[in-house]
């Protein structure tokens, strides 16, 4: 039978997490592909938390560029070959802005 200390155990008996305990990590800032460090990244949300991650960062800011040519006059074909999308995926974007999703 192994025993542990009473040190690490709580009053009530149970065992102590040590790791638990922030400074029992070894956290590395690393970073991801769209930032070199968590600390500095300029998202206001982690892509890893956002439903979606990287992509959908992407594809809003992609969306609101095609909403603005769409605006300026620019036809759908011309859009598709300037974002290189395809054509429903033009009618997808103008679709979501429309929504305001």
């Not at 070894?26 to 938390?49: A, I």
């Not at 909403?67 to 974007?93: H, K, T, Y």
Request: net charge positive; aromatic share 4%.
């Amino acid at each position: 039978m192994v025993t542990v200390a009473t040190a690490e155990r709580h009053s009530n008996g149970r065992k102590i997490r040590s790791d638990a305990l922030p400074e029992h990590l070894d956290y590395r800032d690393s970073g991801c592909e769209l930032s070199p460090s968590c600390l500095r990244c300029p998202l206001v949300r982690c892509r890893y938390d956002e439903p979606g991650g990287a992509r959908k960062l992407h594809q809003l800011s992609r969306d609101a560029a095609v909403q603005v040519r769409r605006q300026e006059g620019v036809g759908i074909d011309a859009l598709a070959a300037e974002f290189d999308i395809s054509r429903r995926s033009v009618f997808r974007s103008l679709a979501r802005g429309r929504s305001g999703s």
